[in-house]
T-cell receptor, first 112, second 116 residues
Framework: DAKTTQPPSMDCAEGRAANLPCNHS???????VYWYRQIHSQGPQYIIH???NNETNEMASLIITEDRKSSTLILPHATLRDTAVYYC?????????????FGTGTRLQVTL | NAGVTQTPKFRILKIGQSMTLQCTQD?????MYWYRQDPGMGLKLIYY???????DKGEVPNGYNVSRSTTEDFPLRLELAAPSQTSVYFC???????????????FGPGTRLTVL
């Protein structure tokens, strides 16, 4: 699986957009970008994933650069409940047992 | 659906004791996983299963055993607890069918284990 690089921590004011970057310069053509988050003491939670097109769901938007070497997770109106560690994971979607490889992620702190 | 449930939530063991961490999912998922998370670190895969009767090792399987007799249950066994096994343990499942939208993993709330 391709390696990812994320900043260790970020701050965001409540109500503002939180933009979390992820670098995956060695990504392969068949690898997807997944985002999970882990709120303190809870199990990780799936947020969104994409291959090359930008994606949006009820939780967030995912912007992937044209060369696919980096991406940005956008939480459009961050709330205090979005304070969590965000993990960017790159892996092929082959329908096999391929596991998730979690790095240390970005710790997002949303403040008043 | 309850999703993925784990018991117990907390446990303290003495060195050398054994215990089983329980994991159950009600989503009829084929794939199930056990991860451990040490303080300040990411998750590491211990064991996984692609279906009833089939299990395989992950990155850190030493000191653990698993079984998968049913689709729903995937217990993790610690035979001789050691302080190095102090961690938070997460169970996860996914559908496992081909296609990006079935590849999402769903995690349980975790079991916090301390070995003294």
């Amino acid at each position: 699986d391709a390696k990812t690089t994320q900043p260790p921590s970020m701050d965001c004011a409540e109500g503002r957009a939180a933009n979390l970057p992820c670098n995956h310069s060695t990504i392969s053509g068949n690898e997807y970008v997944y985002w999970y988050r882990q709120i303190h003491s809870q199990g990780p939670q799936y947020i969104i994933h994409g291959l090359k097109n930008n994606e949006t769901n009820e939780m967030a938007s995912l912007i992937i650069t044209e060369d696919r070497k980096s991406s940005t997770l956008i939480l459009p109106h961050a709330t205090l409940r979005d304070t969590a560690v965000y993990y960017c994971i790159v892996r092929p979607n082959t329908g096999t047992a391929s596991k998730l490889t979690f790095g240390t992620g970005t710790r997002l702190q949303v403040t008043l | 659906n309850a999703g993925v449930t784990q018991t117990p939530k907390f446990r303290i063991l003495k060195i050398g004791q054994s215990m089983t961490l329980q994991c159950t999912q009600d989503m009829n998922h084929n794939y199930m996983y056990w991860y451990r998370q040490d303080p300040g670190m990411g998750l590491k895969l211990i064991y996984y299963s692609v279906g009833a009767g089939i299990t395989d090792k992950g990155e850190v399987p030493n000191g653990y055993n698993v079984s998968r007799s049913t689709t729903e249950d995937f217990p993790l066994r610690l035979e001789l607890a050691a302080p190095s096994q102090t961690s938070v343990y997460f169970c996860a499942s996914r559908a496992g069918l081909a296609g990006p939208y079935t590849d999402t993993q769903y995690f349980g709330p975790g079991t916090r284990l301390t070995v003294l």
